[in-house]
């Protein structure tokens, strides 16, 4: 075992924290929330000249042919800025999605695009009664000639409203809940019969709703009937990249704490000096590094060929990465006081893009459940 | 990054289970399966096997008779010790006095004491807190007084674990009142446990066992070449011991083993009708058990990576999290025994009860694993208090 990161790692952090430093204060990042899009155009464009867009792709699709360590790591970078470009679900969902299932063809048409910053990607899975189950999908695909028409409604589609292409899963054959005959499907986002309703989220990242009738899609990703495999993938990929962001944003959040346990006066001394304050600020750093060991955990089992191990694992770092969040962010605001509750001060962002990412895919309780069924 | 086990460690994993289980004396495994602790026979006993395999002195190097073995070696060793119901090799011996005397002790010293250390000829013990001197423990009293050829010791150490096992004790004593902080007045002795004027009073703890002592000296000779290091200069060897190789500490296969211990006993007890393995309130708390003891699992990796990196060297601060949250686990598994015990969890299996019945595997275990849950509450207090390693981190990673 090694933790430390390579030469090539440790240059890549370099690289992407100097950018993230120089262009991604909490002041700078506000005026990025104010664009129309919701997020800055022209940190997209950075993000692909440093190579990041195409960061966990092949080289022969024009990627860097990075793996989960370095998307962890990248992510842990992006959380400790709150980044809200749509990197997640581009190039981490909807990469993953292409590279498990996607053609050759599709792979040369899709990567490249990506990775160069001229193609945006959607993940539309989740549906509205479908809360956190991956087999509740009753969005329905009928084949029509050579192709397919989709008539459902997705849900908190993340960055669904900016996306070109949507991967969108369907039924193609069986009941709700079946794990057999659901099918992954590129969809044209501007193509007829797609209907987007964008929104702000909590963590002033977008999302959308997305209603499909009688819509047309591109082509099939994957098999039909067998995406329910395709999607666990992506979901998994999601969950270790999320991880690592909430390890980033818990530095930040423990450091800002840090600071100002400091510089605020209280009873004569800086409140850092009491011990109940020191307390509860190791707490915190202890609950960051069991959280980050976690998150290690979901990065390694995405290399684990064994899917039931991994299934697994991925639960158990949602379950410690989210608890972990989630006290690290509450004790971040009570240590701060009145300031930690004001929308001008950075510490309450984190807060609500931890309780985002805590209940993304899955929150503690949904998978502590998981793993309970597995005692034995 | 490498973030798995290489073939090698996963190789000498199955060595060292395959070894215990071959070796290890079943009564006793059996007993500690049961949830007893360790006799003083037990430990001496299997110390001496794994002695013989080159073992014993898990964490020294080859030169002073250890198997020159990794960090990561090393924590994989321990770990399987204690899931495969074996009594731990004595801390006294290998991880504390072991590693002073090699780093601080005259060539006599070391070329007597550390063969026996490892081989359990001497039985340690560790005279160091006293009833004034807590958490704060460069407060201490006992004093020593040089009279030609000897320290004369005068005062009382408390808490002292195994010290009615003990053959020799490494105490902290005052030999300079005057000096201008406490902490360069102290100095680091090794006392034969047969001196005259030494008493040992049992301090029975609240799981009704006998592990904690009170240690009187009243006019103790102690030879001047029993000193270690130079004298006034025993805080330097009392932060070196508590701070060398805390990576032990976190204990983390016994809470494992604790808890598959629950899991077995919940398959045999029931609960509302059904056996308690049924039970979704059980199941969720073996669940959140199992998460945070696999956070705790990663992180003590990454210390003790950073250890192999490093060489050894200074302790890594991330050791206080490693006190914290496995003392913590400690007692939330052996908590978790105690609840599926039940109404079972009352009697204590004493002899009177054994004469009585016939023998009853479920109730004995029960039974027992109050013993370790109430003798465990200690956890978080020995080794310096988990409010102190909290001290200690603001302190080391948090620069306040």
């Known amino acids: 075992m090694d933790f430390e990161p390579s030469d090539d790692q440790r240059l890549l952090i370099e690289s992407v924290s100097r950018m993230l430093a120089d262009n991604y204060s909490f002041a700078q990042r506000k005026t990025y929330i104010a664009a ?80 160069e910053g001229s193609l945006k990607l959607a993940f539309a899975h989740g549906e509205r009664q479908a809360r956190y189950d991956l087999t509740d999908v009753v969005t329905t695909a009928k084949k029509d000639g050579d192709g397919w028409i989709l008539d459902g409604s997705k849900t908190v589609v993340a960055h669904g409203d900016s996306a070109d292409t949507l991967i969108v899963s369907a039924r193609t054959s069986g009941d709700r809940y079946d794990h057999d005959g659901i099918t992954l499907f590129l969809v044209d986002a501007k193509t007829q019969g797609v209907a987007r309703r964008g929104y702000v989220t909590r963590d002033e990242s977008r999302a959308a709703d997305i209603s499909l009738s009688n819509a047309r899609a591109t082509a099939v990703l994957g098999t039909v009937g067998q995406g329910l495999s395709i999607i666990e993938k992506i979901v998994q990929a999601g969950i270790a990249a999320t991880a690592a962001e909430t390890v980033g944003a818990m530095e930040a959040m423990n450091e800002m ?49 064994d899917p039931a191990a991994r299934a697994h694992d991925m639960a158990m770092a949602k379950v410690g990465v989210g608890q972990a969040g989630r006290y690290v962010s509450q004790s971040a605001v009570q240590m701060h006081g009145g300031i930690g509750m004001t929308e001008e001060y950075a510490v309450g962002h984190y807060f609500r893009r931890c309780m985002v990412i805590e209940r993304l895919f899955g929150d503690p309780a949904y998978y502590l459940q998981r793993l309970a069924d597995e005692v034995a | ?120 000829d001497d039985w340690w013990c560790q005279g160091f807190s006293e009833p004034g001197a807590g958490s704060d423990l460069a407060s201490l009293k006992t004093a020593a007084v040089r009279d030609g050829d000897d320290y004369v010791v005068n005062g009382q150490k408390i808490w002292t674990s195994t010290a009615h096992n003990a053959d020799w004790c490494f105490v902290l004593v005052r030999t300079n009142p005057e000096a201008r902080k406490r902490q360069e007045g102290i100095s680091f002795l090794l006392v034969d446990m047969k001196t005259p004027g030494i008493t040992v009073r049992p301090i029975i703890s609240i799981d009704g066992s006998h592990h904690l002592n009170e240690v009187f000296f009243d006019d103790v000779r102690v030879p001047v070449e029993n000193l270690v290091h130079q004298e006034n200069k025993g805080w330097d060897v009392a932060k070196f011991l508590l701070g060398n190789e805390r990576t032990g500490i976190a204990r983390l296969g016994k809470s494992k083993e604790r808890v598959n211990a629950s899991i077995e006993m919940a398959h045999k007890v029931n609960a509302n009708g059904r056996p308690l393995i049924d039970d979704a309130v059980f199941r969720q708390r073996v669940a959140q058990l199992q998460v945070d003891m696999k956070a705790l ?87 310096g208090t988990n409010e102190i390693q909290k001290n200690i981190l603001t302190k080391a990673v948090l620069g306040l």
């Open chain 2, 297 to 383: 699992e990663i992180t003590q990796y990454r210390v003790v990576s950073a250890y192999d990196k490093a060489g050894g060297g200074r302790p890594d601060p991330l050791s206080s999290v490693l006190k914290v949250k496995g003392t913590e686990l400690l007692q939330a598994t052996t908590e978790l025994a105690v609840d599926v015990a039940g109404p079972m969890a009352t009697p204590i299996w004493a002899r009177e009860l054994a004469a009585l019945n016939e023998p009853d595997d479920l109730l004995e275990a029960s039974s027992a694993s109050v013993g370790s849950y109430l003798f465990l509450r200690a956890a978080s207090i020995y080794g």
């Open chain 1, 36 to 115: 129309p899009e919701g997020w800055s155009t022209a940190i997209w464009s950075q993000f692909a000249e440093l190579g990041l867009l195409g960061l966990p792709f092949p080289e022969q699709y024009g990627g860097y042919g990075g793996g989960a360590q370095e998307v962890m790591l990248v992510m842990q970078a992006f959380g400790r800025v709150l980044v809200v470009e749509p990197y997640f679900p581009t190039v981490i969902l909807g990469g993953t999605a292409i590279m498990a299932a996607g053609t050759d063809a599709q792979k040369q048409a899709i990567l490249p695009a990506i990775a």
């Open chain 2, 1 to 120: 990054m490498d973030l798995r086990f290489s073939k090698e460690d996963e190789a000498f994993r199955l060595e060292v289970r395959t070894f215990i289980n071959e070796n290890l004396p079943a009564d006793i495994r059996e007993r500690s399966r049961l949830g007893y602790a360790f006799r003083k026979e037990d430990t001496v006993a299997w110390q001496r096997i794994l002695n013989k395999q080159g073992w014993a002195a898990y964490s020294w190097p080859v030169e002073y008779g250890g198997p020159g073995w990794t960090p990561t070696q090393r924590m994989i060793f321990q770990e399987e010790i204690m899931m495969g119901n074996a009594p731990e090799v004595l801390g006294f011996n290998i991880t504390m006095i072991g590693p002073v005397l090699m780093h601080f002790a005259t060539q006599e010293q070391k070329d007597y004491f550390l063969p026996r250390a490892r081989n359990l």
């Open chain 1, 257 to 305: 704490t840090l600071e100002y346990s400091k510089t605020r006066v209280q009873f004569g001394n800086p409140i850092g000096t009491y011990q109940v304050v020191q307390h509860r600020l190791s707490d915190m750093f202890m609950t960051q590094e069991q959280g980050r060991s976690m998150a290690m955990l979901a990065t390694m089992s995405l290399e684990n060929p």
